[in-house]
Every structure is written in C-alpha cells, then in structure tokens.
C-alpha cells in the first residue's frame, strides 16, 4: 500500500552544501535550486524536508565517497539538529570509519558497493557492527553493478544478505535526478521474492505518486527521492492525501 510506503529524502553534499544528483554525472552536480528552501546549506535543507514527515533521511556524502574525506563536522550538526533518522553512504572502507560515523549519532551507515572493499570485509564488520545499524547499497548503472561486475545482481545480494545484513538499497544512479520511473523495480520484485524478510529500499527516477505506487506493487519498503520533493512534482500535501485515499 502506498499509505505504508516510506518517503526517504535523499541530501547529496559536497564540500558543505546540498548538491543536485543528475544521472550520476557528479562532475555535474551543482548546489540545489529548491522550492522549498533558497539555502543549499545542508541544515536548512534537512529542515524544509522535515514538511514531509520523514522517519529516515540519506545522506550521500560525496565527498568521502569521491575522496576519503568525510563531512563530520556537517554530519555531526545534522545529527544534532535533527530528530530524524539520518543515514549515511560516505564511502566508507574500513570498520574504524563505520564506528566514526556511529559515534557521531548517526542512525545507519551505508555501505555502497561502489566503495566495498571485499565481501569478506562485509562478513568481518557484521561480526563487530549490529545489523540494524548497517544498510547495504547495490549501486548500478544503467543495470550493471559498480564493482563485481562479474558477478549479476542477484548473486551479489545473496552474498551480502549470507553476511548477516538484513536492509538493502537498490540504486541505479543512471536513473538519479532524471524523473523518468524507476528502472530497478524488476529487480526489487526478485529480491523480495527470493528474500521476504529483508527491509528494501529503491530510488532513482522517482517523478510523481504513480512511482511510489508502482514501487510499493514491487515490494518495496521505502522510496529514496530527492528531486522531485525539490521541484514540487511531489509535496507534503499530496501525501496527505495519498494516504487519506
């Protein structure tokens, strides 16, 4: 049902300020041009996104994704002023980092295959980080994983669900900020048929509520969006009314 649908409000940052994610081009991304709010600082923005009633939010912090170089000072006044679950893909490679981002007060950390060391890095960390704190993210481009590529889809998820990690995204960033549909709702539909107890995210091309419906058909627990929040193609409002309906 769409009602039950989690709305995840996606805050791309690099170098201190909200960017806006395009096709995962981010040689391209440039401070937002929001709606909602004239500041890209990333406070201001998580504020405005609160109109929407998020129970989590995703941070991709660009910058230690692209260059080890994590935004602790931003994610450390994120967390404080805000009552929302934050979770955050910084790429991180190390379990030192994931206890970092822990220890800052965030609610999750990402772990992005695009930054994954190695699988048996994945099955260490589950021995020493609870599985509730840790989300694995399958990035895709257009279809294709971002590491592993000798490997589908499919098998990488079964490898990751095998080390213990139970809440998985999956993300193509060719899709992000284009509003075209989600093309990765086949996928979810196998991954929550082959693995019905796992808490499942997806996002990329979200354009208006026929998305969200289409998502929730697949199985999906929660829709990352962030432009079409920005844009006014989805608001608080017609949320409510979604869910009135």
């Not at 981002?101 to 048996?120: K, R």
């Not at 694995?136 to 990488?156: A, H, K, N, W, Y």
């Amino acid at each position: 049902m769409v009602s039950d649908m989690e709305l995840i409000p996606v805050l791309d940052i690099r170098h201190g300020v909200v960017v806006r994610g395009v096709a995962g081009k981010r040689e391209c991304y440039r401070p937002i041009q929001s709606n909602l709010v004239e500041s890209a600082a990333p406070c201001e923005v998580l504020t405005a996104l609160e109109q929407f009633e998020p129970r989590h939010v995703y941070i991709a912090d660009l910058d230690g994704i692209e260059r080890d170089d994590t935004n602790l000072k931003t994610l450390s006044q994120m967390v404080s002023e805000s009552t929302v679950k934050i979770c955050v893909d910084s790429g991180v490679r190390s379990i030192e980092h994931v206890e970092q981002l822990l220890a800052l007060g965030v609610s999750q950390v990402v772990l992005g295959l695009e930054s994954l060391p190695s699988f048996d890095w994945l099955a260490e960390l589950r021995t020493v980080i609870d599985a509730q704190r840790l989300i694995f993210s399958l990035d895709l481009r257009l279809g294709v994983p971002m590491q592993f590529q000798e490997l589908t889809p499919l098998s990488i998820i079964e490898r990751v669900v095998e080390s213990g990690v139970i809440q998985l995204i999956v993300l193509d960033l060719a899709a992000v900020g284009v509003g075209q549909g989600i093309p990765t709702l086949p996928l979810c539909t196998a991954i929550r048929q082959q693995y019905p107890g796992v808490k499942l995210w997806t996002g990329g091309g979200v354009n208006s509520w026929d998305d969200v419906k289409h998502a929730a058909s697949a199985g999906v627990d929660g829709v990352l969006v962030a432009s079409a929040l920005h844009d006014g193609r989805i608001t608080a409002a017609s949320r409510h009314s979604v869910n009135e309906h």
